[in-house]
Each structure stands twice: as structure tokens, then as C-alpha cells.
């Protein structure tokens, strides 16, 4: 019994040890410092240029994708359930509100235009409101460090308004509001 205790003990105390100064974070962020106004993939940036081909063959660009709209929407997709769940509220709650916005899947996932073609007709998104990027060499998944729901918003004038995690919808709406 004793022996159990001891054990317990030595193998709590290694863990803290592994944690470093973990034990006592500084709350600093060390993230760099964003330059606005410049290109790059935060918000206050403008957004590097791209391509990437939509699931019809056509080539999407930064420019083409805000092109006569107020902005561009793109939600960064692995055709999960987090994810359809979060397309469904886009799709439903969102985007009707904005028909002067464009709005992105980004299927970084998949590695071809078919395949994603194949895997937004199975999740039932193929023909509907958002046009599905096949981000085949990873170019937006780069410049934006998009990942599973990561959603970002662009301006008609190219900058980035939001880059962030999809959570309940009501930051997006905020920021396609505030679009001019």
C-alpha cells in the first residue's frame, strides 16, 4: 500500500517536473507582431494573391473572388461533422443575410479538384450556395494558416477583416455587417 502511495507521489511530481516553466506562464504573447497594411495573413493585412481552381475547373484569385462584391468568405473544410456543422449554420443563418458576399469552401484535404468535387457531393454541398475551392498545392491553407474551421473574411479591397476559428457564427456576422 505504502509502496502505491510513493509511486503515486514520485510519478506526480515527475510530471510537474516535465512541465518546465510551464508551471508559472508569463500571460506574454509571443506571437510576432502584426505589420498592418502590408501582405500576409492576419487580420489588417491584405491577402497574399492566390489561385486555386473551384470543383468546375474555374481559377478563383484574391482579386476575382471579391470581384464586384463587398468581400469573400472562406471556411477552411475537412467534410467533418464540426465542419458540417458549422457550413450548415454558415449556409443557413449567414449567408442569405450577405448576397453581396462571396462565400468559400476551402478543401484542403481531399488533393484533387474531382476528389473534392466527390467529397462536397457527398456531404451535399456540391451545386449550392458556396463555390468549393480545391486547394490542391495548399496555397490558402499557407498564406491563410487555415486549418479544420478556420474562416476567413476579405474585403473588396483585399484585407483580411477576420482569421479565426468558426465558433457560433456571431463574429462573422458582425464583420460582413461592417463590410462597405
Not at 517536473?17 to 509571443?30: R, T, V, Y
Request: charged share 15%; with cysteine; hydrophobic share 40%.
Amino acid at each position: 500500500m505504502f509502496s502505491c502511495k510513493l509511486i503515486g507521489l514520485l510519478l506526480f511530481f515527475f510530471m510537474l517536473a516535465a512541465c518546465g516553466d510551464n508551471l508559472f506562464p508569463s500571460g506574454e504573447d509571443k506571437r510576432p507582431s502584426v505589420q498592418a497594411g502590408i501582405s500576409g495573413g492576419s487580420v489588417s493585412q491584405y491577402a497574399p494573391d492566390f489561385s486555386a481552381s473551384d470543383t468546375n475547373g474555374t481559377v478563383v484569385t484574391r482579386a476575382s473572388s471579391v470581384a464586384g462584391k463587398k468581400g469573400a468568405v472562406f471556411y477552411f473544410t475537412m467534410w467533418c461533422p464540426i465542419c458540417d456543422s458549422h457550413m450548415s449554420s454558415i449556409r443557413a443563418s449567414i449567408a442569405p443575410s450577405f448576397p453581396d458576399v462571396n462565400f468559400y469552401l476551402v478543401d484542403y484535404v481531399s488533393g484533387s479538384i474531382a476528389a473534392a468535387a466527390d467529397a462536397a457531393s457527398a456531404d451535399g454541398y456540391a451545386g449550392g450556395f458556396f463555390t468549393i475551392l480545391a486547394d490542391t498545392n495548399h496555397t490558402l491553407l499557407n498564406n491563410f494558416q487555415g486549418t479544420m474551421g478556420t474562416t476567413v473574411v476579405i474585403d473588396s479591397a483585399g484585407m483580411i477583416m477576420m482569421n479565426e476559428d468558426y465558433r457560433d457564427g456571431s463574429n462573422l456576422r458582425s464583420i460582413l455587417t461592417s463590410l462597405k
